[in-house]
């Protein structure tokens, strides 16, 4: 089994789609540990609504192909298009960030994703989530990274967020 770490964003009925990426989620792979949910701004997106982000970890025995082709398939089903522009206001994104120690290509998927160490939206729920996890490139704790980050222009805060009849992030 290899912990597994997935990012979730959306800015289109945003707890809605949250809620329905966390039932899925629990559903196929049972306990999940997750992180407070932020709202941030859009980064590089035209359309100004605001996104919703959290970090989700849980542990699979899938292989990295099938996590991301599940991750797709879910997005589809909760209304994202296939194909539609990279930079577009979108119900459900869901990306692999880590699994195990692995690293490089695996089955097409780029591990780590890169977007953990440039992205606040991205990095402060993983810190917060796994403190002393080790990114697997740097060998530096998520803690660490997240105290040096100094893209200030990247603003995101918590949100009051309940989902599965508990308070899974406070304001």
């Known amino acids: 089994m290899a912990r597994v ?8 009925e945003r707890e809605h789609h949250v809620r329905a990426c966390l039932d899925a989620l629990a559903a196929a792979f049972g306990d999940l540990a997750i992180s407070r949910v932020f ?10 609504r605001n996104f919703y982000n959290l970090v989700v970890a849980f542990d699979s025995d899938w292989p990295v192909g099938e ?4 991750c797709k398939r879910l997005e589809y089903a909760n209304g ?21 120690e692995l690293t490089g290509d695996q089955d097409g998927v780029e591990l780590p994703r890169d977007e953990i160490l440039h992205h606040a939206f991205v990095l402060q729920p993983l810190a917060e989530l796994l403190p002393e996890a080790r990114h697997p490139l740097s060998g530096r704790t998520y803690r660490d990274h997240w105290a040096a980050f100094d893209d200030v222009d990247q603003q995101l805060w918590a949100v009051d967020f ?10």
């Not at 770490?5 to 289109?12: A, D, Q, W, Y």
């Not at 996590?67 to 599940?70: D, G, N, R």
Request: no cysteine; hydrophobic share 35%; net charge neutral.
């Open 5 to 12: 770490t997935v990012s979730i964003g959306s800015n289109i």
């Open 39 to 48: 709202e941030s701004e859009p980064v590089g997106f035209e359309d100004g």
């Open 67 to 70: 996590l991301q082709a599940w």
């Open 80 to 100: 994202r298009r296939q194909g539609s522009p990279k930079f577009s206001p979108r119900t459900l994104d869901i990306d692999l960030l880590t699994v195990g």
């Open 162 to 171: 309940h989902w599965a009849g508990r308070q899974v992030s406070r304001a």
